[in-house]
């Protein structure tokens, strides 16, 4: 290929980098030998006018003056947060000038040189954040990683020969990296699904089994690995047949237990009499073996495994071991801000020895409810949580008052009365609290708005608080009070009946009546035998 023909050639080149990168959610700009701008983003927008200003041009050529010093550009930080990726643009072995990526992280855009440039491009910075918040995904590793695509994608373009062969093969190289940085894309643009690390692993398994020429692919954690994640650990894969799960269960299993990989290993895998190659990958995370993922059966022409292979499953892995560390450090997390809540409701529920594990049992009663009617994993979490502080306001009412025996008077009442209020106020500063309010402030408000603090009715009653409501009540009749012992469960579910549609959202009535209420009775007798043993020692 004359040169002619070569500078064409390599502009289509630079043009493919390009819009793949923008597809892939990675910005860029093509800059002089110099940093002179050449050519914005190709969708332009608020990140064209930002590059584009003054402030912008400056960080470009100081970036471009340290590329001209080095022997191959490196990867450096425009601004905290804000990665540039060059790849050299070559003419007759000379450096022209260079095809910059911009990764992009949420940093950035809270840092002083993002108002700068905003400043300098006369953009509104609430506005142009919002602009670009979506596409702000890239933290430092993630952006090395498209970087060194960028590199493979333009390297393998620019050696675009004269003849077929040469260029069936850079298509072949082209698409493998294409294929990489869009699975380290979806895998980043994933992390965080920190407390669902089972439909992580679903994810890798199916992007990998897309992207690589085998017929499986499989994962499976050690025991420990994450705390969310209890029970017997499961196989999860991709691309398995009817009738081959057991079979690849048993080999992911065999492999995992023959001896703990440090270090990727080819093995091979039997199927219809035929040796086919398989590659075992270990996820770990500072040296600890968290578990493995396995390709099995390679296809194709050529079915040993590459070094492309085993490049794709590293990077796999390493997301996968990142994610999980960081599943691990989410659930020690909601441990402990669980055990926090707990132990409060728990002194609560001590001021009155007649309530003694009445959070505990409204949070399970509410959580069965939740599962009932349909909410999701997520919802149903939180609505736990609701039913667990819903009564931290009693904290604010006197002792004498929740431990009268006894009818209470009208003011004794209306100090009761005052408790959702109080939990409300209490816990309204706190962030992570903040989506179950509702259900403490309302959970004693009635369907048919005789409630209170609000009298609301009807669909006006948040449905969490709708659901604390009844389980709060059930609770309340199965429990001896000072008042009055404990009714007969028959007599409790018969009243839960006839008040749908009265004192309950009826629909929420009927889910209640098919509840199984094994686990709500064991409970009770743990805390009437804490109680017991707590009354015994009070005695002694």
């Known amino acids: 290929m004359n040169q002619g023909t070569l500078i064409p050639a390599l502009e289509a080149a630079r043009r493919t980098v390009r819009q793949r990168c923008r597809d892939m959610g990675l910005p860029t700009v093509v800059v002089d030998g110099s940093g002179v701008l050449v050519e914005g983003p190709l969708d332009g927008g608020v990140l064209g006018e930002w590059v584009g200003s003054v402030y912008g041009r400056r960080l470009l050529a100081s970036a471009a003056e340290e590329w001209g010093h080095e022997d191959r550009a490196a990867m450096r930080a425009l601004a905290a947060g804000l ?61 090395r990683a498209a970087w060194m695509a960028m590199r493979w994608m333009l390297d393998d373009l620019s050696q675009i020969g004269g003849v077929s062969a040469e260029v069936d093969g850079f298509s072949r190289q082209l698409a493998d990296s294409f294929e990489e940085i869009s699975l380290l894309y979806k895998l980043g643009a994933s992390m965080n699904e920190i407390n669902q690390p089972e439909r992580f692993l679903k994810l890798v398994c199916d992007e990998l089994h897309a992207t690589l020429g085998y017929g499986w692919v499989a994962a499976l954690l050690v025991r420990g690995a994450t705390r ?8 999860i894969s991709a691309g398995a047949g009817p009738g081959d799960g057991a079979r690849i269960e048993r080999f992911v299993r065999d492999a995992l237990g023959r001896s703990e990989p ?26 600890r073996l968290m578990g493995v993922i396995v390709a099995g059966e390679k296809r194709g022409a ?52 007649y309530t003694r594990g009445h959070s505990e049992r409204v949070a399970h009663l509410t959580r069965m409810l939740a599962e009932a009617v349909g909410m999701t994993p997520k919802e149903v979490e939180r609505t736990h949580i609701a039913g667990l502080v819903h009564d931290v306001g009693k904290i604010g009412v006197p002792e004498d008052v929740l431990r009268k025996a006894g009818k209470l008077t009208d003011e004794e009442f209306s100090l009761i009365k005052l408790h959702p209020e109080i939990g409300y106020n209490i816990l309204k500063d706190i962030p992570q609290l903040a989506d179950v309010l509702p259900g403490v402030l309302h959970h004693h408000e009635r369907w048919d708005g005789k409630g209170y603090p609000r009298r609301l009715e009807g669909e006006q009653i948040p ?46 009535a009927h889910a ?21 043993a707590a009354m015994g020692g009070q005695a002694a």
């Open 83 to 143: 990665w540039a990726l060059p790849v050299e643009q070559m003419s007759r072995r000379r450096r022209t000038g260079y095809v910059v990526g911009l990764g992009v992280s949420r940093q950035w855009l809270e840092t002083e040189e993002f108002l700068a440039g905003c400043q300098s491009a006369s953009l509104d910075a609430g506005a142009a954040r919002a602009a670009l918040l979506q596409g702000a995904s890239f933290d430092e590793r993630s952006a």
């Open 228 to 235: 969310s994640m209890t029970g017997a650990r499961r196989v």
């Open 302 to 353: 050529d079915r040993q495994v590459s070094s492309m292979d085993i490049k794709l499953v590293g990077a796999a892995a390493s997301f996968t071991g990142i994610l999980l560390d960081n599943a691990a450090l989410y659930d020690d997390q909601q441990a402990m801000f669980l055990g926090t809540l707990k132990a409060l409701t728990a002194a609560i529920d001590a001021k009155d020895r």
């Open 512 to 532: 209640f009546l098919t509840l199984d209420l094994s686990v709500y009775d064991q409970m009770v007798s743990k805390h009437l035998a804490a109680e017991r």
């Open 463 to 508: 449905f969490v608080a709708r659901l604390i409501a009844l389980a709060d009540s059930f609770d309340a009749m199965s429990s001896t009070r000072t008042y009055r012992p404990a009714m007969p469960r028959p007599a409790v579910l018969a009243e839960i009946a006839r008040c749908g549609g009265a004192q309950f959202d009826p629909e929420i």
């Open 262 to 287: 440090t270090s990727p290993a080819v093995t091979t895998v039997e199927q219809d009499g035929e040796a086919r190659a398989a590659l075992l990958h270990p996820i770990a995370r500072d040296g």
